[in-house]
């Protein structure tokens, strides 16, 4: 494993200002505020350029998609290299005709793409049609090489599965990124909502402890209505930082927020020597984890 020191991070929670011209906007100054804070990672939350449409299925929506390279990504290149960060971004890719994927493209501190990563597990839910507009990705979970270490990108739905985190961490990832989009339904109790969120931030917690990684998950804010005239979606944020046995660095609350904190990028070797969970794995005895269901 790369030994690094400190790696300061910043995480841009915020809600949809409309379209992609305002959102990029909004994070273009607060890219600049991250960088002036000195980050050298930043991540946005995931489908940052507009509302979450996949609130209902219309052939409409797909014009938001996009070319990857194309108009974001130069403006996001831009913006990388002028503060000389590192940025994870999330992107609705026009792949080809009638091909579309949910991707996160990050940029090297020069402006050029180091690798994109493409959603793997696509929800179908009320609310959450994304199985409408998302093919799944076909890149497998591999890291992304960069300037400040080797990012395990994956996409919102990819946090619940343990199996998704494990490969990235076993193909080198010395952090696991997560740009979401995630929220409750207004209309529900409160106690169920406790839930829900509860258990996200589990998940994750779960994710670092097992790997022995930190992990970083940046969520939206603010409620968006539905087009189909349901209740539609309050984004709970709580983005948040964890260290490598699930202890929190930094946790924002529902509100837009920068969050800037410092990762140990030593602090892994660490925990993984006093938990060795990657030598005590009985890679003899998991085939079974390669099927659907064990009748």
């Known amino acids: 494993m790369t030994r690094k020191t400190s790696l300061p991070v910043a995480l841009i929670q915020e ?84 091909l579309y994927h949910n991707t996160a493209v990050v940029f090297e501190k020069d402006g050029s793409i180091a690798g994109k990563y493409r959603k793997m597990h696509i929800p179908d839910d009320p609310g959450f049609y994304e199985k409408f507009y998302f093919t799944p990705g076909d890149i497998g979970f591999k890291p992304i090489e960069t300037s400040v270490g080797r990012l395990g990108v994956l996409v919102c739905w990819d946090q619940w599965y343990p199996e998704a985190a494990r490969l990235m961490a076993l193909a080198g990832a010395e952090l696991l990124l997560y740009p979401t989009a995630i929220g409750w339904d207004p209309d529900d109790a409160q106690e169920e909502k406790n839930r829900q969120r ?41 983005s948040h930082v964890l260290g490598p046995q699930g202890e929190f660095l930094a946790e924002a609350g529902t509100e837009a927020t920068l969050l800037n904190v410092e990762v140990d990028m030593e602090r892994s070797e660490h925990v993984r020597r006093i938990w060795p969970f990657l030598r005590d794995r009985r890679i003899d005895a998991y085939g079974d984890l390669l099927k659907r269901y064990i009748d």
């Open 198 to 238: 509860d258990a996200w931030v589990l998940s994750h917690r779960g994710h670092a402890v097992a790997n022995g990684l930190p992990v970083l998950s940046c969520n939206r804010v603010g409620h968006e209505p539905s087009p189909l005239g349901t209740s539609g979606i309050q984004f709970w944020g709580n």
């Open 15 to 98: 809600k949809n200002h409309g379209d992609a011209d305002a959102n990029l906007t909004v994070i273009e100054d607060r890219v600049a505020e991250a960088a002036r804070r000195g980050a050298r990672l930043v991540l946005l939350q995931e489908l940052h350029n507009g509302p979450y449409f996949c609130q209902h299925e219309s052939v409409g929506e797909f014009d938001l998609a996009e070319p990857i390279p194309g108009p974001s990504t130069e403006r996001l290149g831009k913006l990388a290299r002028q503060h000389n960060v590192v940025l994870v971004s999330s992107l609705f890719e026009r792949r080809a005709t009638g």
